[in-house]
């Protein structure tokens, strides 16, 4: 069973930046696509950015982010990452990572079904 656990989340000033670090025990992450996502206050949960197994050849950004978000994933650490830099007070949520078995497809859609999601970490934006 694959175990996702999410940290880096925190307070930050607006135009400030935080890493955001989503990580696995037991299993490897390298054959799944692994997609972050957010659920802002009073907000329905989106879908924020996704990257492709393998290679991670493939990332996909939603338009509230693009430009100021980064996915990436170091295989050997077991992790993804999500940089985030010029964070606004509206990129206030909980992010949440989520994971789907694509073996070594190199793709990912955001709005595929994912397995496997952690627990969340809190991102807080606010001067």
């Known amino acids: 069973q694959l175990q996702l656990v999410e940290s880096g989340g925190g307070l930050v000033q607006p135009g400030g930046s935080l890493t955001l670090s989503c990580s696995a025990s037991g299993l490897t992450l390298d054959f799944y696509a692994i997609a972050w996502f957010r659920q802002g206050p009073g907000k329905e949960r989106e879908a924020v950015s996704c990257i492709s197994s393998a290679t991670g050849g493939m990332y996909v950004y939603a338009d509230s982010v693009k430009g100021r978000f980064t996915i990436s994933r170091d295989h050997r650490k077991n992790i993804v990452y999500l940089q985030m830099n010029g964070l606004e007070p509206e990129d206030t949520a909980v992010y949440y990572c989520?994971?789907?078995?694509?073996?070594?497809?190199?793709?990912?859609?955001?709005?595929?079904?994912?397995?496997?999601w952690g627990k969340g970490t809190q991102v807080t934006v606010s001067s």
């Open positions: 989520a994971a789907k078995w694509v073996a070594v497809q190199d793709v990912c859609v955001m709005s595929w079904e994912y397995d496997y």
